[in-house]
């Protein structure tokens, strides 16, 4: 069962190493974009913080998305962030025999301080994924300000996504 969870989540971070391969580092630094004014290399590095997160909580069953590593080389250097990528990538490979339905806490800011929930290594994985797809989104509207068009027509796209019908 967890392998094919687990390879989801490896298929949707690979697609951060595909988009790496494919823009200038130019691009990839570049924070000039309003309202935000974050870089694709800043949305790299945050969605990376989110798994690194979870693996270092791991052994004491806690955690806390609000602890996190901020490495801003990987902001900065492409090839930093596809050697942290395939790290996760890896990383992620020794969960297909773990059990994924263990339970731990989860520390988070949901926009009134930091509260303790309980959860279980599917659920904050799983988050780790949509959070991952959502700031595939915002790369996406990065892309399009910075007229860069990549293959992969689904990157940013939920899965869930309804798709447009041509008529």
């Keep these: 069962m967890n392998k094919p969870f687990i390879s ?8 951060s190493l595909i988009l790496l391969e494919s823009i200038p580092k130019s691009a990839y630094v570049d924070d000039s974009v309003g309202p935000f004014y974050s870089s694709i290399g800043g949305h ?9 997160s979870i693996f270092k909580g791991l052994n004491n069953y806690l955690i806390d998305l609000t602890d996190r590593e901020r490495n801003t080389a990987i902001e900065i250097d492409i090839y930093c962030a596809k050697t942290e990528i395939k790290k996760i990538l890896t990383e992620l490979d020794s969960y297909t025999n773990y059990d ?38 915002i790369i996406s509207q990065l892309l399009f300000a910075f007229e ?9 796209y939920n899965p869930t996504t309804p798709v447009k019908s041509s008529k």
């Design 100 to 137: 994924l339905e263990e339970k731990y806490e989860l520390i988070d800011d949901l926009g009134q301080g930091k509260m303790s929930i309980p959860t279980n290594l599917y659920a904050a994985f799983a988050q780790a994924n949509s959070h991952t797809i959502h700031h595939y989104a």
């Design 8 to 15: 989801s989540l490896q298929n949707t971070l690979e697609k």
């Design 148 to 156: 860069i068009v990549i293959e992969d027509k689904t990157f940013g």
């Design 44 to 52: 790299i590095r945050h969605i990376l913080d989110f798994y690194t």
